[in-house]
């Protein structure tokens, strides 16, 4: 069975930082674009930031400069470093992958989700 394990999460106080880590488990043939998204209490799921095999990443405007991604190809894990962050990165945090099950199959998991919280 295929899973993502996430970890990493927890309470920040604003201007401080954390990583966030996401492994791929289970028998796979390859990952493609990982990322991470985030949900906050109210609202939709939104994208943070994504990376190829290559490591081409893509970043939402309001994570610019701030958030870092990256992945290891080998542990088939990808990591967030965030840093300044703000109140309102306060939500669940879900990692996302792209995953070859067998040559002719391909499918999108999602992580458990991990909450971070910036707060006083």
């Known amino acids: 069975q295929v899973q993502l394990v996430e970890s990493g999460g927890g309470l920040v106080q604003p201007g401080g930082s954390l990583r966030l880590s996401c492994a791929v488990s289970g028998s796979i043939l390859s990952v493609y674009i990982m990322g991470w998204y985030r949900q906050a209490p109210g609202k939709q799921r939104e994208l943070v930031a994504s990376i190829t095999v290559g490591g081409s990443t893509n970043y939402a405007d309001f994570v610019k400069g701030r958030y870092a991604i990256s992945r290891d190809n080998v542990k088939n894990t990808v990591y967030l470093q965030m840093n300044s962050l703000k109140p309102e990165d306060t939500a669940v945090y879900y990692c996302?992958?792209?995953?070859?099950?067998?040559?002719?199959?391909?499918?999108?998991?999602w992580g458990q989700g991990t909450q971070v919280t910036v707060s006083t």
């Open positions: 996302n992958a792209v995953i070859r099950i067998t040559p002719g199959y391909t499918q999108t998991y």
